[in-house]
Nanobody, 127 residues
Framework: QVQLVESGGGLVQAGGSLRLSCAASGRTYSSPTMGWFRRAPGKEREFVASISWSNISTYYADSVKGRFTVSRDNAKNTGYLQMNSLKPEDTAVYYC????????????????????WGQGTQVTVSS
């Protein structure tokens, strides 16, 4: 089992930045892929970004490409989502997820491929 806990959410003005963290515990070696998803009010949960264990493979949704950066520190069992140039439409609950399989690219955008989920952290961007 892997437990995930997100932190770092909050209220920020448009154009500002936030860094989300996802602390993993348990059998973290069995979760080579980490993903970030978000759910905006009244909308379905959507993919944001993913990263492989080796930090070599990353993948982003078009809506965040160039503004968000995903990374992970395997020594600390922690993943990060650096969010810059935030927009009001980025307002959502952000979730990190871990997959037992090594997946990348478009496959990593499929939430059904993830086995473990955090509880989420709220990000609110004011205009």
């Amino acid at each position: 089992q892997v437990q995930l806990v997100e932190s770092g959410g909050g209220l920020v003005q448009a154009g500002g930045s936030l860094r989300l963290s996802c602390a993993a515990s348990g059998r973290t070696y069995s979760s080579p892929t980490m993903g970030w998803f978000r759910r905006a009010p009244g909308k379905e949960r959507e993919f944001v970004a993913s990263i492989s264990w080796s930090n070599i493979s990353t993948y982003y949704a078009d809506s965040v490409k160039g503004r968000f950066t995903v990374s992970r520190d395997n020594a600390k069992n922690t993943g990060y989502l650096q969010m810059n140039s935030l927009k009001p439409e980025d307002t959502a609950v952000y979730y990190c997820a871990a997959a037992r399989a090594t997946i990348s690219g478009l496959l990593s955008a499929d939430e059904n491929r993830y086995d473990y989920w955090g509880q989420g952290t709220q990000v609110t961007v004011s205009s």
